[in-house]
Structure formats: structure tokens, C-alpha cells
């Protein structure tokens, strides 16, 4: 029964030591030609400003975005391991998926209506 573990123990000592490796050896193997333009933070090709544009304030689009990725990525999480032992799961099974994703399909519709979609 032990022995079925020493494959993945060792997959994960050699990655572990590949990462350790990796950092261990940047200082003396990455380049070192640091100017005044490479320590400067990166926003986009816009000069940084202490305080973002519009006063700071981000557009909520971003935010819904985001939860709109997050439930979609939530319902293929659910129905991926549902795809894959859907023979010998039976009817309870399908009724309780079919339920989940027209729930999901009525928060769909409902942002759909609400303009949460589209990009001025």
C-alpha cells in the first residue's frame, strides 16, 4: 500500500527542489542592469500618480466581471465530476443538475437584463 506513494513523493521532492533551486540561484544567474525605468511600477503605459485616476474610484463593471467569472467557473467545478461519473450516478443525480444550472441560467438572465454584460 506504500508503495503506491513513492511516485508522487517523489514528483514532489523534485518540484520542491526545482523551486527551492530557482530561487536559491536568481541572485547569481538573472541579469543585473537596473535603471530608474525598470523600478518604477508598471500601470499600463500611464505615468503612476499617487492617486488613480477619477479619484480613485474603479468603475463596479470590473467587480461584476469578476463574480460573473466566478460563478461560471463554480458551475463548470460542479458539472465537470458530474460529466465524468454520470452513468453510475442515476436519476437523483440528473434532477439535482438539472435544478443547479437553471439556477445558475436564472442568475445568468437576471444579469443579462440588468445590463451587468455590456461595455459602454
Known sequence: MTNQYVPLLFMTGIGAAFALLSVLLLPYVG?????????DAYECGIE????????????IKYYLTAMLFIIFDIESVFLYPF??????????????????IITVFVAYAYVWRRGGLEWD
Do not use: C, D, S, W
Open 48 to 59: 503612476p500618480t499617487p492617486q488613480a485616476l477619477g479619484g480613485g474610484k474603479v468603475p
Open 83 to 100: 460529466a465524468v461519473h454520470f452513468a453510475g450516478l442515476g436519476l437523483i443525480a440528473l434532477v439535482e443538475m438539472v435544478l443547479f
Open 31 to 39: 541579469p543585473r542592469r537596473y535603471n530608474r525605468a525598470k523600478a
